[in-house]
């Protein structure tokens, strides 16, 4: 498995905007489908933003479509989530997560898909 480390979140006004880093540490990062997720208090783990192991394909739901940018860069074994236009509602902890393919371009917006999950961090948006 990798081990992931986010950082990057903070507070912020409505309208800001912030990027999380997702630091991957282990096997080659290039190799591994990443996505970010974020939890509210009281609220299920949701999906937020999904790139494929080759990097093809990215996905995010209707919430934040348009607002988030998920990319990476494999030579820093980093993925990074560039978050605009902030709201309240996107306050929550954002997780980054991970699962290895030897080849393909799999991917899920499904959290239990992923075998590899960050600590996560604080994303606080004041109106």
């Known amino acids: 498995q990798v081990q992931l480390v986010e950082s990057g979140g903070g507070l912020v006004q409505a309208g800001g905007s912030l990027r999380l880093s997702c630091a991957a540490s282990g096997r080659t990062f290039s190799s591994y489908a990443v996505g970010w997720f974020r939890q509210a208090p009281g609220k299920e783990r949701e999906f937020v933003a999904v790139?494929?192991?080759?990097?093809?394909?990215?996905r995010y739901p209707d919430s934040v479509k348009g607002r988030f940018t998920i990319s990476r860069d494999n030579a820093k074994n980093t993925v990074y989530l560039q978050m605009n236009s902030l709201k309240p509602e996107d306050t929550a902890v954002y997780y980054c997560a991970a699962r290895y393919f030897e080849y393909g371009g799999m991917w899920s917006e499904q959290a239990g898909w992923y075998d590899s999950w960050g600590q996560g961090t604080q994303v606080t948006v004041s109106s």
């Open positions: 790139m494929s192991r080759s990097g093809s394909t990215t």
